[in-house]
């Protein structure tokens, strides 16, 4: 049985995804962020439209 | 605008022009900053006042425009400072504030935990970096974070300061912080999900 830590929701993995911005994850985070990334293709859109924003907010800053 | 006319005529200073140019853009971020055109003005005419002055210290390393933003970034924060002061009572919204990031949230995702708009695979997002229209798109949609969002998001991710810096000059914790940070990301990409990836992922994988 996945201990219950583990089994994260979307709600619980973008919010991850999100907090992986601010700070590193630690193992226990990121370990249970890659267990549900593998089963969840949105979560991993999440993950690369999170990615793309940080990047837009660079390219933006530099004038667009 | 008057006073900076008056004060350096274009032939007086050779960069007037130069930095001028930028206003359109030092204008729209101070306006993201302050939500008031009257303030975000002040602001504006403030650091180009300061950047004309202090032209000679320009050491070219960073884009004249990141330079003029830094100048203006000062003049924001002094402006905030002002108002934070003018409205001392200010800090207790910060409670209600984050309830209602948090019941944002909430009905961004259903009784299970399951995205209710699920994020999809965006087309050759790169490309849109090029496109005039994407960046119209992009403002668009952070002005319409609610005003809290839309600040702490462009501190974070266009100006790339930290997050306890943003937190203190906020006034609210961290966690708190965090939860308005993944608000306006999430608030962000369905923004331009819609109006600019919208019809390119309509049959997304």
Request: net charge negative.
């Given at each position: 049985?996945?201990?219950e830590e583990?089994?994260?929701?979307?709600r619980?993995?973008?919010?991850?995804?999100?907090?992986?911005?601010?700070?590193?994850?630690?193992?226990?985070?990121?370990?249970?962020?890659?267990?549900?990334?593998?089963?969840?293709?949105?979560?991993?859109?999440?993950?690369t439209?999170?990615?793309?924003l940080?990047?837009?907010?660079q390219?933006?800053?530099?004038?667009? | 605008?008057?006073?900076?006319?008056?004060?350096?005529?274009?032939?007086?200073?050779?960069?007037f022009?130069?930095?001028?140019?930028?206003?359109?853009?030092?204008?729209r971020?101070?306006?993201s900053?302050?939500r008031?055109p009257?303030?975000?003005?002040?602001?504006?005419?403030?650091?180009?006042?300061?950047?004309?002055?202090?032209?000679g210290?320009?050491?070219?390393?960073?884009?004249?425009?990141?330079?003029?933003?830094?100048?203006?970034?000062?003049?924001?924060?002094?402006?905030?400072?002002?108002?934070?002061?003018e409205?001392?009572?200010?800090?207790?919204?910060d409670?209600?504030l984050?309830?209602?990031?948090?019941?944002?949230?909430d009905?961004?995702?259903?009784?299970?935990?399951?995205?209710?708009?699920?994020?999809?695979?965006?087309?050759d997002?790169?490309?849109?970096?090029?496109?005039?229209?994407?960046?119209?798109?992009?403002e668009?949609?952070?002005?319409?974070?609610?005003s809290?969002?839309?600040?702490?998001?462009?501190?974070?991710?266009?100006?790339?300061?930290?997050?306890?810096?943003?937190?203190?000059?906020?006034?609210?914790?961290?966690?708190?912080?965090?939860?308005?940070?993944h608000?306006?990301?999430?608030?962000?990409?369905?923004?331009?999900?819609?109006t600019?990836?919208?019809?390119?992922?309509?049959?997304?994988r």
């Open positions: 049985m996945v201990a583990e089994d994260l929701n979307c619980a993995a973008s919010r991850l995804l999100s907090l992986a911005c601010e700070r590193p994850l630690d193992a226990m985070e990121l370990r249970a962020l890659k267990v549900h990334l593998d089963e969840c293709l949105m979560c991993t859109n999440f993950e439209q999170l990615r793309f940080h990047k837009a907010s390219v933006f800053r530099d004038g667009g | 605008m008057l006073l900076l006319t008056a004060m350096t005529a274009p032939t007086t200073n050779p960069r022009a130069e930095i001028e140019s930028h206003r359109g853009y030092l204008v971020y101070a306006l900053q302050l008031d009257q303030l975000a003005e002040e602001a504006v005419q403030e650091a180009l006042l300061a950047a004309l002055e202090g032209i210290k320009f050491d070219g390393r960073s884009t004249l425009r990141t330079w003029l933003t830094s100048i203006l970034r000062f003049k924001v924060i002094d402006i905030q400072r002002r108002l934070m002061t409205r001392a009572n200010v800090a207790i919204d409670e209600r984050v309830e209602d990031h948090e019941a944002w949230l009905e961004m995702f259903d009784e299970t935990g399951h995205w209710r708009s699920p994020p999809q695979a965006w087309n997002p790169e490309a849109s970096l090029e496109q005039r229209r994407f960046w119209e798109a992009f668009m949609c952070l002005a319409g974070l609610p809290t969002a839309s600040r702490v998001f462009f501190k974070r991710e266009v100006l790339g300061e930290d997050t306890p810096v943003i937190c203190k000059e906020e006034g609210i914790t961290s966690s708190n912080c965090w939860v308005i940070l608000r306006a990301r999430i608030a962000l990409r369905m923004c331009l999900e819609r600019w990836f919208g019809r390119e992922t309509a049959h997304g």
